[in-house]
């Protein structure tokens, strides 16, 4: 069975810092993995899809890294702002579903 | 074009009442999916369509739980005879594919009095 970690819980940075949240998993055999970030209230709002032949993907100031072979991503955050300020989640596809971490709660001061 | 819409947003019901669930996803797309998401915690799936086949129910905790998407388009969930434990929010999303990106609907949040 997928297991899905997402370390650390909760995160507080100044802004314009740089950040890396990461999520690792236990089970390779995946079709691709998705980040997410989820506003309070809100549903998910899919940030990058890295499929599983992929190494990394990129979107403005968002990097997002795969190592299949060692199980783990990472979601590169560059010059945080206020706005990025949210839950952001990591899942797995790798079957008829996405498997996900527990999430990353992200507060950017300003 | 229009995201993924759910109905109600909040939903309150009694101990023992049934309740049921709207998700109508992107126009067009084939896959859809229900999530569970407890507070605190990220999604738990409960079960996936395709068009109007329902594929994979494995994450459907119980037989009072039951998912239909008679056209291929709109699903429903449906939870009968609800307890405490059903508290919470009730995600559905669509992709274009089964392995392509999931769209995420805002959810319904259940609260079982």
């Known amino acids: 069975k997928q297991e899905v970690t997402q370390i650390p819980a909760a995160l507080s940075v100044p802004e314009g810092e740089n950040l890396v949240l990461n999520c690792s998993f236990t089970d390779s055999a995946i079709y691709n993995l998705q980040w997410f970030r989820q506003d309070p209230g809100k549903g998910l709002t899919s940030l990058l899809l890295?499929?599983?032949?992929?190494r990394e993907q990129t979107s403005g100031r968002l990097n997002a890294s795969l190592d299949k072979s060692s199980g783990r991503s990472t979601l590169y955050i560059a010059a945080s702002q206020p706005g990025d300020s949210a839950t952001y989640l990591c899942g797995l596809d790798a079957g008829n579903m996405l498997t996900f971490g527990g999430g990353t709660r992200l507060m950017v001061k300003p | 074009g229009a995201g993924v819409s759910q109905s109600p947003r909040y939903k309150v019901a009694k101990r023992g009442q049934d309740v049921a669930l709207r998700c109508d996803p992107i126009?067009?797309?084939?896959?859809l999916f229900w999530y569970q998401q407890a507070l605190g915690q990220g999604p738990e799936f409960l079960t996936y369509f395709q068009n109007e086949a329902q594929l994979d129910k494995s994450g459907l905790p119980s037989d009072r739980f039951f998912a239909e998407r008679p056209e291929g388009s709109v699903s429903t969930l449906k939870i009968q005879r609800t307890q405490q434990e059903d508290s919470a929010v009730y995600l559905c999303?669509?992709?274009?594919?089964?392995?392509?990106?999931?769209?995420f609907g805002p959810g319904t949040r259940l609260t079982v009095l």
């Open positions: 890295i499929q599983s032949s992929q």
């Open positions: 126009s067009g797309h084939v896959s």
């Open positions: 999303a669509s992709s274009a594919g089964r392995t392509d990106t999931q769209y």
